[in-house]
């Protein structure tokens, strides 16, 4: 789309790269706004079955650009709002799986990003770190949803409170990372697990996808309601029938994502 975002599709996977290796991938105004008319693209793109996040260089996203904004004067919850907050419903709001290529640190809304996807492939050199109270900010991107649910309300508080950067094999055995990989096998893995997805029942999974992200807001009742209701959609789309007739004929599926 531009020299700082590159946006790419090739076999139903979609890539998304920050391209501001000199900054650490960091957010300015430009790359944030270009960031979120990709993730709106890519949810509309009826030929893209995945999308993968991920940074050029060396980082994945160090989050907002202090220097972009030092000096000035703004409202940092309008901010919030315009920029990262859709940035954030896209991807848990896009009934597509969302794969995290963490190739180097991701910090601040860059972790936030991160934790909003649905599998994170971390390279061992890569790292996390939630520094907002290190400059008397609060946590924002959703990370304050995301953060307790997968560590536990004291760990969080933890991370994010005393801003300590943590490593990749942390994070891995925290539960914040899928896979822990050397780097010169983080390609290979996410290629792997981005044409699973992209040739998998996409819309089961999107559904799939819907149902978790209520699943904690809701009861028990709720989410009885919510699987029959996803069972009857699923049950008539044609990834359906191809799953059966692919069982019954003892071959592998040829899904489409309908």
Do not use: H
């Not at 940035?87 to 290529?101: A, D, F, S, W």
């Not at 991370?159 to 943590?166: D, F, N, Q, S, Y």
């Not at 994070?171 to 893995?189: H, I, R, S, T, Y």
């Not at 807001?217 to 044609?238: C, F, K, P, V």
């Amino acid at each position: 789309m531009s020299d700082i975002l590159l946006y790419e599709v090739q076999n139903n996977i979609c890539t998304i790269t920050l391209n501001r290796p000199d900054r650490y991938n960091a957010f300015n105004n430009d790359l944030s706004f270009q960031f979120i008319d990709a993730l709106k693209r890519a949810r509309k793109d009826p030929e893209v079955r995945v999308v993968v996040l991920t940074g050029a260089g060396k980082a994945f996203c160090s989050g907002q650009d202090l220097k972009d904004v030092s000096g000035k004067t703004r409202s940092l919850g309008e901010s919030v709002r315009k920029r990262y907050n859709p940035m954030v419903n896209l991807i848990t709001g896009t009934e597509k799986p969302y794969v995290c290529r963490m190739n180097g640190v991701a910090a601040g809304a860059g972790a936030s990003i991160a934790l909003a996807c649905d599998y994170v492939i971390a390279s061992e050199k890569a790292a996390m770190v939630w520094a907002f109270a290190n400059i008397g900010l609060v946590l924002d991107s959703g990370s304050s949803y995301f953060l307790p649910r997968l560590v536990g309300r004291q760990k969080a508080f933890e991370l994010a409170t005393l801003g300590e950067k943590i490593s990749a094999q942390q994070a891995f055995d925290l539960g914040l990372v899928n896979q822990l990989v050397a780097p010169d096998e983080l390609d290979e893995k996410v290629k792997a697990i981005s044409e699973r997805y992209a040739s998998a029942a996409t819309k089961a999974i999107g559904l799939i996808k819907r149902m978790l992200n209520r699943s904690f807001n809701s009861s028990l009742q709720d989410m009885l309601d919510m699987e029959m209701y996803g069972q009857e959609i699923a049950g008539r789309s044609g990834d359906y029938k191809e799953g059966v007739a692919a069982f019954v004929e003892k071959r592998k599926p040829n899904y489409q994502g309908q």
